[in-house]
């Protein structure tokens, strides 16, 4: 595991510049972050299936198309930069439409540092969306989602400890290091769990759990049998009510863990609605959040017809602002659900089956 991790680090060794001693704290500190955690994202309800595989066509309308892209640690390092994009629907309803199939598609490329390390996933989400009452405001689903992960990375983009000669960094010095494999791939299956409860037009409640990696694939450029993808459970709950009549509270929390790593997200979007219940529906959003011991997510947005877009930032509160100086990361999703049936506006947590 070690020494995979020296492989995301790009050293220049300057012996009497402290600054330089710190940011290669950081830079160590979050390489190991990054390699033992997943792809994730501050504006977490923009990407459903990525919180759990039964989110797959748990929408009202016909389809549903996103995009979420993500920079960070520009302060620090090279850019860490994360893009994904998504789709899914309904295959089919049942008569009196008590219950649903639902299918999405989702791809994610992430390249981390100077070496380039990068990981592309493509994910096929299958769920299975029931009724629980004859009002057709109570769901559950279940679903299903394998998984395929390519790796890779840039050995010579790479910097060693022994190329520093005596007197100064020598790029042009052969690192004495033998690299053959330059990638590998894996096979992953991921499993979870929504439920919805909708009791009038103006109020709903979601929960769900999402467990992923349940194959614990290998993650070693060595074949290192016993260097494996810890499990992930994620755990998240999302509420959408009226506070006053053209003003909307969606409070949401998430959670996370990952063999020894934890995050807790939680706060709220607020949307300032304009011609709610008319096809020329527009809203502005804004809204913060907390990442426990971390960061402080600000989003910022609107919605118009059938396009969602936000943007938010994170503004590092760790241990390591001294190095971040409290840049974190931008993000921008854009999310288009198409519903041909209706014209008004459709909920940020909707009613799947009508």
């Not at 090279?78 to 899914?88: A, G, H």
């Not at 409070?251 to 607020?270: I, K, T, V």
């Amino acid at each position: 595991m070690v020494f995979d991790l020296l492989f995301l680090l790009r050293i220049k060794i300057k012996v009497h510049i402290i600054k330089n001693l710190q940011t290669l704290i950081f830079t160590i500190l979050l390489s190991i972050s990054a390699y033992s955690q997943d792809i994730h994202f501050s504006q977490f309800n923009t990407h459903p299936m990525m919180l759990s595989p039964a989110n797959a066509g748990f929408f009202n309308g016909q389809f549903r198309v996103g995009i979420n892209s993500k920079l960070q640690w520009l302060a620090i390092t090279k850019p860490y930069q994360t893009i994904s994009l998504y789709f899914d629907t309904q295959l089919m309803k049942r008569k009196y439409r008590q219950d649903a199939v639902g299918i999405g598609f989702a791809v994610f490329n992430d390249v981390a540092g100077d070496s380039k390390f990068s990981s592309t996933q493509i994910d096929l989400s299958l769920s299975y969306i029931k009724s629980l009452n004859s009002r057709n405001n109570n769901f559950i689903s279940v679903g299903i989602q394998p998984a395929f992960t390519l790796r890779s990375i840039d050995y010579s983009k790479l910097s060693f400890d022994n190329q520093y000669n005596g007197s100064y960094y020598d790029p042009t010095t052969s690192p004495n290091e033998a690299f053959t494999n330059h990638g590998y791939n894996y096979f992953d299956l991921n499993a979870g769990v929504n439920w919805l409860y909708q009791p009038s037009r103006e109020k709903s409640y979601n929960a769900g759990i999402g467990v992923f990696h349940l194959l614990m694939p290998r993650q070693s450029f060595f074949d290192v049998s016993s260097v494996r993808l810890h499990n992930k459970i994620i755990g998240y709950f999302n509420a959408d009510f009226n506070i006053a009549p053209s003003v909307e509270a969606i409070p949401g929390l998430l959670f996370m863990n990952q063999g020894p790593y934890l995050e807790f997200l939680f706060g709220s979007l607020f949307k300032f609605n304009k011609n709610k219940f008319t096809y020329n529906y527009m809203s502005l959003n804004a809204g913060l959040y907390y990442r426990t011991l971390d960061a402080l997510v600000v989003v910022g947005g609107f919605d118009f017809k059938k396009f969602t877009v936000g943007v938010s930032y994170d503004v590092n509160l760790s241990s390591l602002t001294s190095a971040s100086k409290a840049r974190g990361g931008v993000e921008l999703s854009i999310v288009y659900i198409y519903n041909k049936n209706k014209q008004n506006t459709r909920k940020q947590i909707p009613c799947p089956i009508f």
